[in-house]
């Protein structure tokens, strides 16, 4: 089984801040997803980076996938309410995928 | 896209009692998925709904316990068989459509007394 390790397993901010989570692991990955998670619903799909060094962009996310495909991150621009929520990162997508822990994120007011 | 929807989309159920989720999507795909997310856990596969056939289940899940059903493209259900407390989790169904987007049900929240 490939292991994701994801980190901070929490993160508390201010509106307006900026913020990075991650996604590492041993194993290479031929692609990595990002879902964000809301209570009382199941993960939304954000993004599938599939090329080492890409990064995609989603109005305020920026996501980058490692040159070795083995860690990813997630930058969020001037955090808003609306962002709070549980982030996952899964691999490899379609089939069985394997989830991280996840980053609980919550942005005050 | 898909949509899903699950229900019940919660329940209360008592120790030894059985209970079947279900779940619909608005078009027909080829795979299914259900998940098992553990109060402030991550995700774990349960099982690959196979239409046609008898379902895939992930290590540490067995068919007695969890019992699934896929009569078409467009339904299934999964039952949590004998409960106990430590069933107590929010079920999630997925499916997966073109290459890489894979959509999630509501999810169903459990939990045994």
């Known amino acids: 089984t490939q292991l994701l390790e994801q980190s901070p397993q929490f993160l508390s901010i201010q509106e307006g801040e900026n913020l990075t989570v991650y996604c590492n692991s041993s194993s290479v990955f031929s692609s990595l997803q990002w879902y964000r998670q809301e209570p009382g619903e199941g993960p939304v799909l954000l993004v599938t980076?599939?090329?080492?060094?890409e990064v995609k962009k989603l109005k305020r996310l920026t996501f980058q996938f490692g040159d070795a495909r083995k860690d990813s991150s997630l930058h969020i621009t001037a955090a808003q309410p609306g962002d709070t929520g549980l982030y996952l990162c899964a691999g490899p997508p379609y089939s069985t995928l394997t989830f991280g822990k996840g980053t609980m994120l919550l942005v005050s007011p | 896209s898909a949509v899903i929807s699950q229900k019940p989309s919660r329940d209360i159920c008592q120790r030894g009692t059985s209970l079947t989720i279900q779940c619909q999507v608005d078009s027909q795909v080829t795979m299914m998925f259900w998940y098992r997310q553990q109060p402030g856990q991550s995700l774990t596969l349960i099982a690959t709904a196979n239409q046609g056939s008898e379902a895939t289940y992930e290590s540490g899940f067995v068919i007695d316990k969890f019992p699934i059903s896929r009569p078409n493209l467009t339904f299934s259900t999964l039952t949590v068989s004998n409960m106990s407390p430590e069933d107590s989790s929010i079920y999630l169904c997925s499916v997966v459509v073109g290459t890489y987007e894979q959509y999630f049900g509501p999810g169903t929240r459990l939990t045994v007394t």
């Open positions: 980076v599939v090329t080492g060094g």
